[in-house]
């Protein structure tokens, strides 16, 4: 007999877990997998600014939504790094990537990370139109 929410392992005749008061079962229930399907990542957020992507992380965790940064850790790797337009020329901006379920509620969490009014430097698009 095992306990079904510790998995600690009874000799027979005992019915119920001392330690959490359950009812004891024969056989302990298969876990869940993790994925029920393949994740399909999809860009939600696109950026240089260390403070930002700070912030982005921050929401997007205590939301409880999964996500990979992409080049983040790249940003400093070659030469000039971030010099001069804050992002590095050769790698890109550091691109948020979650899930295509979590998509629409993880951009609506990152949509206000800009000021009002405020462009926003994100992609070298921005830098090659000043």
Known sequence: MICPKCGVEYRPGFTQCSDCMVA??????KPKPRWSRPAELVTVLMCADAGRIAVAKSLLQSAGIKFVVLNEEMQDL???G???FGINQVIGPAEFQVDREDAADAEELLKDLDSPGEKSRDTKDDFESE
């Open 24 to 29: 004891l079962v024969d056989h302990p229930k």
């Open 78 to 80: 070659v030469g000039m």
């Open 82 to 84: 971030r010099i001069p």
